[in-house]
């Protein structure tokens, strides 16, 4: 009884305050103490790797990296001196290695799906919108999750989806005609090309006719955002921790984006599970082509077992995610490049006028996309000097032998570097030159096998890659066959978009946007060009 009123007492007190703040000073030092030697221990194992300059033993290199164009020109001086490979530190918090050479990537990607791991600092800041999903699970999660999704990637079913991409791309198109007949001729590519890709997506995954390129939606803008946010967040050191980031404005902004998101994708997976049982009950046939949600609700593996609800939805969301912004970089730096260089665009709209010859209707079947040979060399090119994704990043459970007695010892995480890769000088001749005919089966035989790596590669490369390459072959071809492109002006700038300064975020944009002259074809001019 005793024991209260001295507690309470300002002896009392002072001496609880003086015993809390004791042991939390241990745990401090302790967790300290841990961090040190763990970074004192990665030091010397990636000693093995070139080091660049730092100024602090402690901060490595905390604040070097740049999601701006002068961040690009310092990967291009890290590849110029380093040739393949250095490490990097983010304080005593990350220790990275950066590769940038195919002799050292290709280790890497191929290493067993059963020792790669998705890092956190580049893919943990998805996990509460994409939650388990295959882009972020690891393990025999993730091989079971590959296995009940590669249907719905297989040939039968992308030949379905390519009418949805003729008629996204076909609203879009009318869209431009509206506009240039208003007087507009100057347009922002990542606007209207990124509402077409969502536009296109929601028709896949959900059979839904959102309307997006001509109205605003609710569902989209959130996506859009929860895109900016994640980009914010990862600039942000302090925002990396979830107790910090849930009570920012950003934060709260993110999760009311998430709610609108996860409650679109709960509806319709919910709804369609109704909709398939009932038919199933029923034995009626089906209204509809099958879609991805369709596909996965009812893929199961060998012990009869699908996904649930919620691993439904989280696939569905990744889909959204993963399938909008980078295409849309995809195509928007394709058009790009074939505008500022007339000769190749020219060449791409004769081998689609040619295809077209004697059809009714001017669209794209899924037996074209094999005979635009020329189109889709152009779109490599592309998809090498501007890739939508800069870098993809791993961890390993086991160290990782590279060549040159080189080790990347487990936890380590692994930076390959798509763009360093794509303008290694080492890799490529002129590479910062846009040369379709690099990819002309006659001129492809001396090319390393991971020097070409916009999907990623090995066992966990882009499950939707064939997508991506179905649905820019079809918009660029029919874009090409309408309309002719050539570069365009910033408003903001008054000036040509030649000197666009990119823009890597979590897709490569344009700072300012990527601005294109639009000039819509008649069918006599498409054919007499």
């Known amino acids: 009884m005793l024991v209260l009123p001295h507690v309470l007492s300002w002896t009392g007190l002072f001496q609880v305050l003086f015993a809390v703040g004791v042991g939390l000073g241990a745990v401090l030092a302790v967790l300290t103490t841990r961090l040190l030697l763990q970074h004192a221990w990665y030091t ?9 300059h730092t100024s602090s033993w402690l901060l490595g290199h905390l604040g070097q990296m740049q999601n701006t164009e002068e961040g690009l020109l310092q990967v291009d001086e890290l590849v110029q001196t380093y040739k393949h490979s250095c ?46 999903s295959l882009l972020l699970s690891n393990g025999e999660t993730w091989s079971r999750k590959r296995r009940l999704l590669t249907p719905a990637f297989h040939f039968d079913i992308l030949r379905n989806y390519v009418a949805k991409f003729n008629s996204s791309t076909n609203t ?45 939606s609710d569902y989209v803008s ?57 038919e199933t009950d029923s034995n009626a046939a089906p209204k509809r082509k099958k879609d991805f949600v369709d596909i996965i609700l009812l893929s199961k593996d060998e012990d009869g077992q699908g996904l649930t609800d919620e691993e439904i939805q989280a696939e569905a969301n990744t889909f959204m ?25 020219e060449k791409c709209r004769e081998e689609v006028v040619e295809l077209m010859q004697g059809r009714e209707t001017h669209e794209i079947e899924w037996e074209d996309l094999s005979n635009l040979p020329f189109t889709t060399m152009c779109i490599r090119e592309s998809l090498r000097l501007h890739a939508p994704v800069q870098a993809v990043t791993r961890t390993y459970t086991q160290d990782v032998e590279l ?104 897709v490569l944009r344009v700072e300012g946007g990527l601005w294109l002259q639009v000039e819509p074809l008649t069918l006599e001019e498409s054919h007499n060009e």
């Open 403 to 506: 060549p040159g007695d080189r080790t990347v010892p487990k936890g380590a995480i692994c930076l390959v570097s798509i763009y360093g890769t794509h303008h290694n000088p080492d890799v490529w001749t002129n590479p910062n030159e846009y040369n379709p005919l690099r990819f002309d089966p006659a001129n492809k035989g001396g090319l390393a096998s991971h020097a070409f790596i916009p999907f990623s590669s090995g066992p966990r490369n882009c499950i939707g890659q064939k997508f991506a390459l179905a649905e820019l072959r079809v918009v660029v071809a029919l874009t090409l066959l309408r309309f002719r492109l050539s570069p365009g002006v910033n408003p903001k700038l008054s000036s040509s978009s030649g000197g666009v300064r990119r823009l890597p975020q979590l």
């Open 172 to 216: 879009l198109h009318v869209k431009w005609r509206h506009m240039v007949a208003e007087g507009t001729t100057n347009m922002e590519m990542f606007h209207h090309i990124t509402l077409m890709t969502l536009d296109s997506l929601l028709k896949c995954a959900f059979s839904y006719d959102s309307n997006c390129q001509q109205s605003s």
């Open 321 to 345: 995610f993963a399938g909008h912004d980078t295409t849309a970089s995809a195509i928007c730096w394709t058009l790009y490049n074939l505008a500022y260089h007339d000769h190749y665009q």
């Open 222 to 278: 959130a996506i859009v955002e929860l895109s900016d946010l994640i980009m914010d967040r990862r600039m942000r050191m302090l925002h990396h921790w979830d107790w910090i980031y849930w009570k920012t404005s950003q934060g709260k902004r993110f999760k009311e984006a998430l709610s609108i998101v996860h409650r679109f994708t709960r509806d319709v997976v919910e709804k369609r599970r109704a909709s398939i049982s009932l």
């Open 87 to 132: 490490c990097w530190f983010l304080g005593p918090f990350y220790h990275l290695v950066r590769v940038f050479h195919p002799d050292y990537v290709k280790p890497l990607l191929l290493a067993s799906a059963n020792i790669t791991v998705k890092d956190e600092l580049i893919y943990g800041h998805l996990r509460p919108w994409l939650g388990q």
């Open 44 to 52: 010397n194992r990636l000693s093995c790797f070139s080091k660049p």
